[in-house]
């Protein structure tokens, strides 16, 4: 049943950035775009996530999957503090 859970939040996260960075192809809001690029660091980092806990159950990647989220994070920072309006 975790392993359900896993596997919807990483679609989840996948939907929310296409829909994002479609919406920023349309509009070309740059805040769609690093919150689109936030939520593909999210998909990598649940995608890993469902590989740690499914695929590779005896290695552990939390330090790797923590990266992923981190770059993502980041660059939703730099979006919110050099180009907010």
Request: glycine fraction near 8%; include cysteine; aromatic fraction near 10%.
């Amino acid at each position: 049943m975790a392993g359900l859970a896993y596997i919807l939040c990483a679609v989840t996260a996948l939907i929310c950035a296409w829909l994002l960075l479609r919406a920023y192809a349309a509009s070309g809001n740059l805040m769609l775009l690093w919150s689109g690029l936030c939520f593909v660091g999210l998909t990598l980092n649940n995608a890993m996530l469902v590989a740690d806990r499914l695929i590779f159950a005896d290695i552990d990647l939390s330090t790797w999957r923590l990266v992923p989220a981190l770059v993502g994070m980041v660059l939703l920072l730099y979006g919110l503090i050099w180009h907010g309006e």
